[in-house]
């Protein structure tokens, strides 16, 4: 019995190393090349930092990167606004005329496929070109076009938080003479703070890395950093890419680092 359990749990392990092994040897692969001095990416010259350097300089590189950071703010934010009314409206009203109505049109992105919200995008904001001359399609209908799909993940992150809270608070401060509006923003949004930074984080991740949707909204001069990678891949890999990414990835391990860091050493609350 215990050399069964044994072995069940060597197995396990042997396929937890190999899980490991498929996803992070790419990411090794892209580290490692990113320091290769030849031009073919996949043949290893000699160490070298000068695709560092050459990504440093490349100005279609850093204004994508730019352009990408902006559509990525600003669409996470206004998805944190909508994401949050939703969820607040589906947490808290859950009887009211159109509710289903009103849910599954708030989750469809969920469920739809990126290629035809692309197309029913880019057909809506033609149609609302022609017929009012707004919006050109520039940064602004990229940013449209991410808070729509985004909205909805934040307001799935805000109604698990919200169901985790107890109404009881709420209703003991409306008791209390506080009006709904200032029990809101007193109570009820304080306790939300955690759903609300990672709905936001996880909007700002989508947008970043969208390319599907933001190929059929963007226009002359909005061209992102997908966009960008993307047509250099298919000319053939370029050790740019692989040092762009080497840098994600560093910035991404660092935020997560911090975030670590600052959890593991947080003082425990004092006992009252």
Do not use: C
């Not at 009211?96 to 029913?120: C, D």
């Amino acid at each position: 019995m215990i050399g069964k359990a044994l072995q069940g749990r060597g197995v396990l392990r042997v396929m937890m190393v190999l899980v490991m092994i498929f996803l992070y040897a790419p990411i090794v692969s892209i580290i490692v090349y990113s320091f290769n001095e030849s031009q073919l990416v996949t043949v290893w010259s000699h160490f070298s930092t000068k695709w560092y350097g050459a990504l440093l300089h490349d100005d279609q590189i850093l204004d994508a990167a730019r352009i990408s950071l902006e559509v990525a703010l600003s669409a996470a934010s206004g998805s944190l606004v909508m994401g949050t009314l939703a969820g607040y409206i589906l947490t808290r009203f859950t009887r009211f005329k159109g509710r289903t109505l009103f849910s599954g049109m708030v989750m469809a992105p969920l469920v739809m496929p990126e290629i035809i919200m692309g197309i029913s995008l880019l057909l809506l904001f033609v149609g609302m070109e022609q017929l009012f001359g707004w919006p050109e399609r520039d940064i602004q209908t990229i940013v449209i076009a991410h808070i729509t799909f985004s909205t909805a993940f934040v307001a799935v992150v805000v109604q698990s938080r919200l169901r985790d809270i107890d109404v009881s608070v709420e209703e003991a401060a409306m008791d209390l003479g506080a009006r709904p509006v200032d029990v809101f923003f007193l109570i009820t949004l304080p306790l939300m703070v955690p759903a609300l930074v990672s709905g936001w984080l996880l909007a700002f991740s989508l947008s970043l890395d969208d390319l599907v949707i933001t190929a059929f909204v963007s226009g002359p001069g909005s061209t992102t950093l997908p966009m960008v990678i993307f047509s250099k891949v298919r000319l053939g890999l370029n050790p740019e890419i692989n040092a762009l990414a080497t840098l994600i990835i560093l910035l991404v391990g660092l935020a997560s680092g911090i975030g670590a860091f600052k959890t593991a050493f947080k003082p425990a609350p004092k006992a009252a």
